[in-house]
């Protein structure tokens, strides 16, 4: 069977493994982190992807990133750092946020003059769920910490009306194919829940397929990559990309007949794939920092995804796919989940439950 390595061995890694097995590819993430001198069993006709925009360099690292196969190789560098992934969108004309890169000249009072009120420095790489962000404000005087210089860029706080993602797929021949649009909660930085597909969306679907589109074709792409937008009003505004199998695309595991896995392994392999089909709506809930509680396979619609790590606060240990063919059935579930759940889930699964409402 075909090899295919992953550079990093997270939930996203191993859900690639398991939507690896139906399909006889043999996924093998490895873990980056801890060193090794072992030399990987690497063949000339294996294929190389990360489940990661980073890595430290190290002898295992070196060995899968170095290989001739090793799909999307320079992407993954130009969209971790967010000066390069921001110019990206720029020079394609994709709306963004303005921005600019925060350096020994830059003053808060420049970035408020350009930016108004509220400004979003982000560190340049390594941020995820929120972290590595920092808000100025103006009347709180804040100031740009020392050591973010050169380090960060700044963004224009956007008052989006929601959030969105697109996830979409490019081929080695050059087609673009696409999931519906996934509705996203975030909740202190970090995504809680998503709801797709949803028909209020459809209108936002052809211009989001078209910055993706670009995206994808202005990288000569392969592979899955995911869109996180802004909605403001009846247009979108990219916030980042993710050239990978993304959290907002979780739901196709259970509403789609390839799911984002699925797609992102037959594209990088080269295999015959086609737009997926979408069996029913679906919602997501992640399980951020919560205890594994048996009682979620007693939903009648759930699939749960546990991802057997420590469980930390505010850290992604799981989620639940809820299948939305029954809406009662839905609301039902999400009741049950409100009792059982701590009181962060609350806001979030109200907020499910008004949009069905
Ligand atoms: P992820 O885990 O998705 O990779 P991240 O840490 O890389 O997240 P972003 O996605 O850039 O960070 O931002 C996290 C959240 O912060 C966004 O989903 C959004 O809710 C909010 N946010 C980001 N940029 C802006 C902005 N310019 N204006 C207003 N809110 C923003
Ligand atoms: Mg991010
Ligand atoms: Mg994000």
């Known amino acids: 069977p075909k090899n295919l390595w992953v550079l990093g061995d997270g939930q996203l890694g191993a859900m690639l493994s398991h939507a690896g097995q139906p399909l006889g590819i043999n996924v093998r993430p490895v873990d980056i982190m801890t060193p090794s001198d072992v030399q990987l069993p690497l063949l000339a006709d294996d294929i190389i992807t990360a489940e990661r925009e980073q890595w430290p360099e190290s002898q295992l690292s070196l060995q899968l990133s170095q290989h001739a196969h090793f799909i999307n190789g320079p992407v993954f560098g130009r969209l971790a750092d967010r000066f390069t992934q921001k110019s990206l969108l720029d020079e394609l004309s994709v709306a963004t946020s303005p921005w600019q890169l925060v350096d020994d000249n830059t003053s808060t009072e420049a970035l408020h003059s350009a930016y ?26 804040t100031t740009i910490p020392d050591d973010w210089r050169n380090e960060a860029i700044a963004e224009q706080a956007i008052n989006f009306d929601e959030e969105v993602s697109l996830v979409g797929v490019r081929t080695q021949d050059g087609r673009c194919l696409f999931y519906p649009l996934t509705l996203n909660l975030h909740q202190d930085g970090i995504l809680m829940a998503s709801i797709a597909p949803l028909s209020r969306l459809a209108t936002l679907q052809a211009e989001a397929e078209t910055m993706l589109s670009k995206v994808m074709n202005g990288l000569n ?6 869109m996180e937008c802004f909605r403001v009003g009846e247009h979108l505004m990219v916030n980042e990309l993710a050239p990978r199998v993304h959290n907002s695309g979780h739901w196709t595991q259970a509403g789609c007949h390839i799911n984002q896995f699925e797609l992102h392994l037959r594209a990088l392999c080269n295999l015959p794939l086609h737009q997926p089909q979408v069996n029913f709506q679906c919602v997501m809930v992640n399980l951020i920092g919560v205890d594994k509680d048996d009682r979620w396979l007693s939903l009648p619609n759930a699939e749960l995804f546990w991802y057997n790590k420590e469980v ?9 796919n809820l299948s939305v063919h029954n809406k009662t ?3 039902d579930s999400i009741n049950q989940l409100k009792i059982w759940m701590p009181q962060q889930y609350q806001a979030p699964l109200d907020w499910i439950l008004a949009e069905f409402a």
């Not at 108004?116 to 009347?139: A, F, I, M, P, S």
């Not at 792409?221 to 995911?226: D, I, L, N, R, S």
């Not at 930390?312 to 639940?320: A, C, F, N």
């Open 116 to 141: 108004g009120e509220r400004v979003l420095l982000k560190r340049r790489t390594g941020g995820y769920d929120g972290k590595g962000q920092h808000w100025l404000k103006q009347n709180e005087a």
């Open 221 to 226: 792409y392969v592979g899955v990559m995911a």
């Open 312 to 320: 930390r606060v505010g850290r992604k240990v799981g989620h639940l």
């Open 329 to 331: 059935m839905l609301e």
